[in-house]
């Protein structure tokens, strides 16, 4: 129907546009005055005899007039004469024939219904174009629905994911089988008075599944399904968002019993308070009508909401109380046995061959969310296809392994033999730490190809087992394996590279971390310091007072700067007691430029014999 509209309208347009081009060129060829025939050339043409006949045309300004000459080749030329009388008389003395014209009478149609017409025919265009976009077409009709909810509707049924779709979330759905209960039997649930909750919030990290369990529950319970962004409510104007909510929820009325997802809630349920715009700040407002419409004054019976987030620490408390978002359910990363169900869903299309083990991915790629899987999937597929052939196999999964964790290699980018020799040691003496730390994970690959990240190589270990926090003997071994490479330079060449930078900001980190937050300090105690230096970025307090003194900061400081100098001494120490390994590992780089977990473990039998 809009398309048809369309085209009405462009049809009306393409009329109106061609009768005024006619008008136009009409009008202008009836005021033409360029003629290029003046008087001189009249005289010339009766001296030579070539005028055949003459028309005269008398003007309304009496006596001008306009002269139309026809030569004897057939040429017909105009010219303009002051005064018609001295022409008429020339051509009676030359005895040659000629026709004087009446004297026109005033052009009304011209000078009067043309305008009025062209005013009419202008008017009737832009109405219809009016009613055309009006109806959602154009413009105008956009700044009509500038209020209305842009919330994705699917109906009941139709192509809706289900519960077998979501792979590696067994708990989370078992939490959720209730909400889809109830939607199904809500009168089961009335009966004993129980109130089914209004809001379930779903928070972990980015990539988790949060949204498809959303998509998921809906088809499962077979109900109308309203998506929308919390981003899609906030507009620079005062008081969208909130009629947008508004909306939103009456459309899902109609729609009951149904769910209201909103991905990323919050881009607009953030801590209310902490902005710059005051009370009438436009996401405030939207976060107003939000909270009246999931518990206030007006009742939604049949409509659950369902929100997704990351960031719950920002969420504005009055949100988060039962009656509005009743449940939180923690969607995280999955473990062994969820990684190698998702890694099957996204094996389904992908032809595999048969070194490829899911079982042996799925143990090592602890931490990878169920994005990161599907990712890691899809560019092995992508290498496969590079190379022209039909299946996927165990080679293009392990360098999609470390494209995935480190970066595309730059095999093109030219270094010199020094700096290759330099990161070639630089690497061996992180690998060295990975290798003899008993808590570090083993070594996966060791390369001095530079990455997309800018690195000039990297050493990539294997994840062996999910861990839900690190001791504080893991951090400190962390520490050791970020010095290894700085180390290894100093011990080599007697001096050091800025290539170590990322490796210290990454050390004093987890150092810092461990004196302030986590309370490994002997020195400060179990004493909370940090000052949540991301305050002004996640939607709280634009300035922050200061949590800690200038002695206990003063101390913090130095024991951070004991933890990294005892660290830098122990692994200085491992490095040194393996300086064979170092030379062994770094020629192999140098030769090879990548090497495996196999290669490198076996340098240690062959040069210490362990």
């Not at 210290?504 to 986590?518: L, N, P």
Request: hydrophobic share 40%; aromatic share 8%.
């Amino acid at each position: 129907m809009n398309s048809s509209k369309k085209q009405r309208g462009l049809g009306t347009s393409f009329i109106v546009i061609l009768i005024l081009l006619c008008v136009a060129i009409w009008i202008s060829s009836m005021r033409n005055t360029e003629t290029g025939y003046d008087w001189d050339d009249f005289r010339a043409d009766l001296s030579e005899d070539k005028v055949a006949t003459v028309t005269i045309e008398p003007n309304a300004e009496v006596p001008t007039g306009s002269i139309y000459v026809v030569t004897s080749d057939g040429n017909m030329k105009k010219m303009f004469a002051s005064d018609v009388t001295e022409v008429e008389d020339i051509l009676r003395a030359e005895k040659i024939r000629y026709v004087m014209r009446d004297m026109p009478s005033e052009n009304w149609f011209l000078y009067y219904v043309l305008p009025m017409l062209i005013v009419f025919i202008l008017f009737v265009f832009f109405f219809s174009m009016i009613n055309t976009q009006g109806s959602g077409g154009g413009a105008t009709g956009r700044m009509m629905n500038f209020g209305k909810s842009r919330a994705r509707m699917t109906p009941a049924g139709e192509g809706q994911l289900t519960f077998k779709d979501v792979a590696g979330l067994k708990e989370e759905k078992e939490d959720l089988e209730e909400i889809v209960d109830f939607l199904k039997d809500p009168g089961k649930y009335s009966k004993l008075g129980a109130r089914v909750p209004k809001g379930i919030l779903l928070e972990g990290p980015p990539g988790t599944g949060k949204t498809l369990l959303g998509k998921a529950i809906a088809g499962e319970a077979n109900v109308p399904f309203f998506s929308i962004s919390g981003s899609d409510f906030v507009e620079m104007f005062v008081g969208v968002g909130a009629s947008r909510v508004r909306d939103l929820f009456d459309e899902a009325k109609k729609n009951h019993p149904c769910i209201v997802f909103i991905d990323e809630i919050d881009a607009v349920a953030r801590r209310r308070g902490t902005g710059m715009g005051g009370g009438h700040d436009e996401r405030e407002q939207t976060l107003n009508q939000l909270l009246v419409e999931m518990d206030g004054f007006a009742e939604n019976e049949g409509i659950i909401v369902l929100a997704a987030t990351n960031r719950v620490d920002i969420l504005d408390p009055a949100i988060m109380r039962p009656g509005r978002f009743d449940r939180k359910i923690g969607v995280g990363r999955p473990d062994v046995g969820g990684r190698e169900d998702i890694l099957k869903v996204h094996a389904k299309n992908k032809p595999l061959a048969e070194d490829v083990d899911l079982h042996k991915i799925a143990q090592t790629t602890a931490g990878f969310t169920g994005a990161d899987l599907e990712n890691l999937l899809n560019e092995s597929a992508i290498l496969a296809a590079k190379e022209n052939r039909s299946f996927v196999v165990a080679k293009d999964v392990d360098r999609a392994f470390v494209k995935v964790g480190i970066g595309a290699e730059k095999k093109s980018r030219v270094i010199s033999e020094k700096e290759k020799k330099i990161t070639a040691y630089h690497e061996s003496g992180h690998a060295i730490l990975f290798h003899v730390l008993p808590d570090m994970d083993p070594v996966y690959t060791v390369s001095i190809i530079p990455t997309g990240v800018g690195a000039a190589g990297y050493t990539m270990p294997l994840p062996q087992k999910d861990e839900m926090f690190m001791t504080k003997g893991q951090m400190l071994q962390d520490i050791m394996v970020d010095l290894g490479g700085r180390i290894a330079e100093e011990l080599i060449f007697d001096d050091i590279t800025t290539g170590a930078s990322s490796d210290i900001k990454k050390a004093t980190g987890v150092a810092r971390k461990m004196v302030t937050r986590f309370g490994m300090s002997d020195v400060i105690g179990t004493v909370n310091y940090d000052d949540d230096s991301d305050e002004v970025f996640i939607g709280r307090d634009l300035a922050h007072a200061r949590t800690t003194s200038e002695a206990v900061t003063s101390q913090i400081d130095a024991e951070v700067k004991r933890i990294i100098s005892e660290c830098y001494d122990k692994a200085k120490k491992i490095i040194e007691e393996h300086m064979d390994v170092l030379h062994a590992s770094a020629q192999l780089l140098l030769e090879k430029e990548r090497i495996s977990r196999e290669e490198f473990e076996a340098l240690f039998e062959e040069v210490e014999g362990v």
